[in-house]
C-alpha cells in the first residue's frame, strides 16, 4: 500500500516508521524540512499512485480544516482522505460533505497510544463507509497492537463516529487521572504511610485498579517521588470540554469526567498540589509539555 502522511510530530512520525515497518510505502509532509519527504502538499499527492489515500495528522481545528480543503483541489474523485488528529466530531460531517463533491472519500479516526505508539501500536477508533475504510485497512492493520483482535474498530458509518469515541475515551481518562492525582496527594501528605511510590507499583498487580496509566505514574513518581519540579499545572486539549458538551446535549449525567476538566481549571489559578501527578502522567504517555518550577 501507498500512503501519504501530513503531520510528523510526536505521533505522525512515530506512526510512519510503524508502517514503513510493516512494508507500506508511506510519504509524509511537513513544514519542517528535516524530517519531510516531499517539499509541498502538491508533491506529495503527485507521489502516491490512484486512487490515492492521504491520512491528516496535524493540530484539530483551522489547520486540518485549512489541509482538508486544500486536499480537496489536489485529489481525485476515488481517492480518500483520513483525519487521524483530535478533531471535533462535528467537523467530520462538513468535512465528509465539502469532498463528496468531487467524489472523494472520508474517514475520520481516533488515534490512541501517544508516544508509545510505535512500540505498543495504537488504539484506532474510525467511522466511515466500509467501502472507504477498506481503502485504508491495510494501514490500520499495521498501526494497530499486534497479535490481539482488539484496538481497531469501526465505530460507525456516520461521519464523527470515531471522533466521537476518541472524545469520550478521552474524557474516561480525564477522570481516571484525576483519581489518582487526588489519592497520589492525600498519601503524599499524611505521615502514617512510606514509600508512596511503591504503595502505587504495588497496585499495578492484581488490583482492580491496575492500568497503563497507573504504569506510567509509578515511573514519574520514581523519578521524582514529591513530583517537586514540577508546577500544579495541566493543559486541557479539547476532548474533555467537548465531551462534557455532549453530555449537556443529551442530558448524560457526567459528574465524575466535568469535575476532572474543572479541576484542570483550577489548576491554571494556583499551583495545584493534585495538578502535578496529572502533568506527570500526561508526560508519560504523550510527552506532553510540563511547567517546571524555576
Known amino acids: 500500500m501507498h500512503i501519504g502522511l501530513i503531520g510528523l510530530g510526536k505521533m505522525g512520525g512515530n506512526m510512519r516508521t510503524r508502517m514503513r515497518n510493516a512494508g507500506l510505502t508511506v510519504v509524509g509532509y511537513s513544514r519542517d524540512p528535516q524530517v519531510s519527504d516531499v517539499e509541498s502538499l502538491e508533491a506529495l499527492v ?6 490515492r489515500v492521504v491520512w491528516v495528522m496535524i493540530p484539530a481545528g483551522d489547520p486540518t480544516r485549512s489541509t482538508i480543503a486544500a486536499l480537496k483541489e489536489l485529489l481525485s474523485e476515488g481517492d480518500l482522505v483520513v483525519d487521524g488528529g483530535n478533531s ?11 469532498l463528496a463533491e468531487k467524489g472523494i472519500g472520508f474517514v475520520d479516526c481516533g488515534v490512541s497510544g501517544g508516544v508509545w505508539g510505535l512500540q505498543n501500536g495504537y488504539a484506532l477508533m474510525y467511522g466511515g463507509s466500509d467501502e472507504d475504510a477498506a481503502k ?3 494501514a490500520f492493520e499495521a498501526l494497530k497492537p499486534p497479535d490481539t483482535s482488539d484496538g481497531l474498530v469501526h465505530c460507525g458509518t456516520t461521519p464523527g463516529a470515531g471522533h466521537f469515541a476518541k472524545m469520550v475515551h478521552n474524557g474516561i481518562e480525564y477522570a481516571m487521572m484525576q483519581a489518582y492525582a487526588e489519592g497520589w496527594e492525600l498519601l ?5 504511610v512510606d514509600n508512596v ?3 502505587f507499583a504495588s497496585w499495578r498487580t492484581g488490583t482492580v485498579v491496575r492500568s497503563w496509566l497507573l504504569d506510567l505514574f509509578v515511573d ?4 521524582d517521588e514529591h513530583l517537586d519540579q514540577l508546577k500544579g499545572y495541566a493543559e ?3 476532548e474533555g470540554r467537548w465531551t462534557v458538551e455532549a453530555a449537556i446535549e ?3 449525567p457526567m459528574p465524575a469526567i466535568s469535575a476532572a476538566l474543572f479541576a484542570r481549571f483550577v489548576s491554571r489559578q494556583e499551583d495545584d498540589v493534585a495538578m502535578k501527578a496529572i502533568a506527570a502522567m500526561r508526560n508519560g504517555f504523550g510527552g506532553h509539555a510540563v511547567t517546571k518550577r524555576d
Do not use: C, W
Open 220 to 223: 514519574q513518581l520514581r523519578a
Open 197 to 199: 511510590p511503591e504503595i
Open 88 to 98: 471535533k466530531y462535528t467537523d467530520d460531517a462538513v468535512n465528509a460533505a465539502s
Open 46 to 51: 503527485e507521489a502516491l499512485p490512484s486512487p
Open 236 to 238: 486541557d486539549s479539547g
Open 136 to 138: 485504508v485497512m491495510p
Open 188 to 192: 503524599d501528605k499524611v505521615d502514617i
Open 250 to 252: 443529551n442530558a448524560v
